[in-house]
C-alpha cells in the first residue's frame, strides 16, 4: 500500500535528487583517493550511528536505560 509509506518515498526521491548533481561535482574535482577516503568517512560514521541507536534500544529492552 503506497499510501502508508508516500513521505518515505517522497524524501528519498528528492534526496536523491539532490545528492546525485553534488556527488557528480565532487567527484569531478576530487581526486580518486579523497573520494574514497570521504566515501569510507560517512559509511563509518553511519554505521557507528546505527550501531549506538541498536545499543541503546538494547538497552532499555533489558531495563538498564
Given at each position: 500500500?503506497?499510501?502508508a509509506?508516500?513521505?518515505v518515498v517522497l524524501g528519498?526521491?528528492?534526496g536523491g535528487a539532490i545528492a546525485a548533481?553534488?556527488?557528480g561535482y565532487?567527484?569531478?574535482i576530487?581526486?580518486?583517493r579523497t573520494l574514497m577516503i570521504l566515501v569510507a568517512i560517512v559509511i563509518s560514521i553511519l554505521?557507528?550511528?546505527s550501531l549506538a541507536r541498536l545499543a541503546i534500544a538494547a538497552?532499555?529492552?533489558m531495563g538498564v536505560g
Open positions: 500500500d503506497f499510501s509509506y508516500w513521505r528519498l526521491i528528492i548533481p553534488l556527488a565532487l567527484s569531478r576530487l581526486a580518486p554505521s557507528v550511528y538497552a532499555r529492552a
